[in-house]
């Protein structure tokens, strides 16, 4: 729904190849040309090179095969930025390129899980002390909260067209942050503690667990074959994209999907599949690689794994309350979390932005932050 990607279909693995030959070939093969060794690293492609090349593509789209050609070569840039990207933002890893061979085929894939795949296994490293920076869907991420945490965007308000990622950067340029400095004050004020704090006050009706229904999406502007692939949506199965296996706990918020919250099932272990790399040479088919292929085969049975309406107990919300404030506690509280940070160098870094402020603002009133906005009142 957020990124239009297909989510019903072939996982997304294959062969992976650390040979800068193969390499060349393949990009010989699908494009007519192929990087210098410069323009490439290990099994990376640099993205400067294909936006080159799709550059030159756009001057000769004078036959179906150059036409092809072109798209292929966005959708290596979309995999390697936006969709699949890494913390380098320089490179995108070739394994991909195999999948694109035959043109009518591509839309196969279930890519729309391949990016969650790798949007959780980004989230599951920035969650250590020691991770400074994420990777990763950010634009599927943001997005996401925009939609499921309205408190959260700068000016909620409801999608106009398809796909919401494309809806709501389009409301966010010609609408939210046109003119920020002077246009939203307000927001250039909030610091980290204010969302935290805000995370902290968090209410049941805060969340918006239901965020395509009628009242927040207009049906008409969403695909049908998004609708399709809606059948799998809640499918509780291993997230495939090549040594990516990340597990969709959806028996873990139910609710998303229209259904009652019960105790959910056992964490899944993925053992060795949930820490693989792909560093240094790796020639091997995820496909059917001992610690893949099992859980490749779980993406293949999703059909068998829909979530359904529990059996039971009448009050199964009450259950869960008590089994998540068993295992939980009553409530988190991410403030209480957070390490002292140091006061003096923020107030000296405070002063330095006010500054910069103070000397580029020529309405002196406006120097304070305003207010900020009060916490959403809670829904039914």
């Not at 105790?263 to 272990?269: M, T």
Request: proline share 6%; hydrophobic share 40%; charged share 25%.
């Amino acid at each position: 729904m957020i990124l239009g990607l297909p989510t019903d279909g072939l996982p997304v693995t294959g062969m992976t190849i650390s040979s800068v030959e193969a390499l060349e070939a393949e990009c010989l093969h699908q494009f007519g040309d192929a990087p210098r060794k410069p323009e490439c690293r290990g099994s990376g492609i640099k993205l400067t090179w294909l936006r080159d090349l799709k550059e030159r593509l756009q001057l000769q789209l004078d036959n179906e095969e150059s036409k092809q050609r072109y798209v292929k070569c966005h959708i290596m840039l979309l995999l390697g930025t936006i969709l699949l990207g890494d913390k380098s933002g320089v490179f995108v890893h070739w394994k991909f390129l195999p999948l694109l061979r035959e043109f009518g085929s591509i839309v196969q894939f279930s890519w729309g899980s391949a990016c969650l795949a790798h949007l959780y296994r980004a989230l599951c490293k920035a969650s250590r002390y020691d991770c400074k920076e994420i990777d990763g869907s950010l634009t599927l991420l943001v997005v996401w909260a925009f939609m499921r945490l309205p408190f959260l965007a700068p000016v909620p308000r409801k999608p106009r067209s398809f796909s919401l990622a494309n809806s709501s950067v389009n409301e966010l340029s010609d609408i939210r942050w046109r003119n920020w400095e002077r246009g939203d004050r307000r927001f250039r004020f909030t610091k980290l503690a204010h969302f935290r704090k805000a995370f902290d006050d968090l209410q049941e009706g805060h969340f918006v667990w239901v965020a395509y229904a009628v009242d927040h999406v207009d049906p008409d502007i969403i695909p049908a074959d998004i609708h399709m692939h809606s059948v799998v949506w809640s499918a509780t199965v291993p997230l495939v994209s090549f040594e990516c296996i990340e597990w969709h706990a959806t028996d873990r918020f139910r609710r998303q999907f229209g259904f009652m919250q019960g105790v959910p099932h056992q964490e899944r272990n993925l053992d060795k599949a949930h820490g693989e790399v792909l560093t240094g040479p790796k020639n091997l088919n995820w496909a059917t690689a001992t610690s893949h292929s099992f859980w490749v085969m779980q993406w293949t049975n999703r059909y068998n794994h829909i979530l359904t309406e529990l059996d039971g107990p009448q009050h199964p919300l009450d259950i869960y309350m008590h089994w998540y404030r068993t295992k939980y506690g009553r409530h988190l509280n991410l403030s209480d979390l957070v390490v002292q940070e140091n006061v003096e160098g923020d107030q000296g870094m405070d002063d330095v932005v006010q500054e910069n402020e103070e000397a580029e603002d020529e309405e002196p009133q406006e120097q304070q932050p305003p207010p900020l906005p009060p916490p959403p009142a809670a829904q039914e």
